[in-house]
């Protein structure tokens, strides 16, 4: 198990200086201790503006999934309004009107059918969206088994290798015992007969994931219903299907809009997704919604006081900035189902054409092409003898992008791939200056005589647990 700790004091021995001159004060400040004196807000400013200028560019960020831009008009009233706190209800009754149209825009989308009365909340990021969804698993589980809460049964949870880390913690948190089904060479999505063998009467749930954060691709969440469908008949145990939408959330509903993994299969309970992903908002808002109010346990169900009556509260997180979900619905507004189809598919068109690209390179061989969600990745054809996929994510730095090179999760952690998330603001043109420095950096490697210290890392034996559980925290 990989055990990480902050070395405060290693931190400040690499340091040059532990202390920072203000030059307008004529005076030095601990950087390790709060200050004794005030400062101009022009200094304290100035310091933090500075430091942060060692950061990426978030443009030219390809690693992550989260969103780097947004308009002025939405910059602003996020500015304006974050100190609305958004579990204060009774303060901001019109935030919490605002994050329940959300909440059945949301519903919608994802084909709930239900009349202005969706079941589901905003939380801070997907994470704790999909805490919420298990821990209805769990609950639902014990109402079905009619279990007491101190029963000595274990619950489990079947899910993909493909996971996101927050389905480690889930299960670790709430005493799930966590069934993986491994990925295999050639097949990186959720094996659903593997699946499906892994069930029990002691199992709360299954987790498909649209967008699947290794490969961007969709797990069949339809065929995992039909084949759930059949062994619920035959064995009497219901169990549902929450599915993580992290991305795929809010991109199928527009690029995709006949595929059918939502509110419109049968075992599908419960969705969730980032908002903050290709929901098109700033950091950090997700979103989790209920088909139906059976599918979530009252006992999760919190009540506050709201306009003299009581407004129900099921979030793990208390006070947070209501300024997310007002973006969120500015952008529901600003979009609409138009803007928000013709942004996706956007994205989705540089995605292709990028990976279509990178096919053509002779050392590369795709793995995924973006066109399930817009993120691809490729891997190496056969190993190369002087460098590897993380030497040219190295090499790209220089230019400020950052395409990340990681290894693939159990049973296939051998394979290092090289990912590429395309957001809104990825344009033709960039993907070209992209490619360019791709081409220019790989004759650089290829002209190697002698191996890179990551090629002779790499032919070093790995345990393969600690291995798992370093890609799985960097990623």
Known sequence: MLHLKYNHSESKKNSKHSKILVKEEGKEIPKYKIPKDSMPASSAYQIVHDECMLDGNARLNLATF??????????????ETMDKNMIDKSEYSQTAEIEKRCVNIIADLW?????????????????????????????????????PTNTARIPNLVLSSGLQVVWEKFCKYWDVEM?????????????VDKAIELCDENTIGIVPIMGITYTGQYDDVKLLNDELDKFNKK??????????????????????PDLKWDFRLKWVHSISASGHKYGLVYPGVGWVVWKKEEYLPEDLVFYVDYLGGKMPTMAINFSRPGNQVLAQYYQFLRLGYEGYARVQKHSQDV????????????????????????????????????WTLYDLGDRLLMNGWQVPAYAMPQNVTDMVVQRIVVKSEMSFDMADMLLNNILEHLNYLRALTEPTPSTIEAQKPKDANNKIQEERFHH
Not at 115 to 144: F, N
Not at 179 to 191: A, F, H, Q, S, T
């Open 111 to 147: 084909n709930s059918h239900s009349d202005h009365d969706s079941i589901g909340c905003s939380t801070v990021g997907s994470s704790e969206a999909c805490m919420l969804g298990g821990m209805a698993l769990k609950w639902k589980w014990r109402e079905r088994e009619n279990l």
């Open 235 to 256: 064995t009497g145990y219901n169990i549902p299907i929450h599915v993580d939408a992290a991305s795929g959330g809010f991109i199928a509903p527009f690029v995709q």
């Open 351 to 386: 995605a292709m054409y990028l990976s279509s690209k990178i096919s053509e390179i002779e050392e590369f061989k795709l793995v995924t092409d973006g066109s399930d969600i817009p993120v691809f990745c490729w891997t190496l054809k056969e190993k190369q003898d002087n």
């Open 179 to 191: 069934r993986e089904v491994p990925m295999e060479e050639g097949n990186y999505k959720l094996d």
């Open 66 to 79: 989260v969103t780097t831009s947004m308009e002025p008009e939405a910059q602003k009233l996020m500015t």
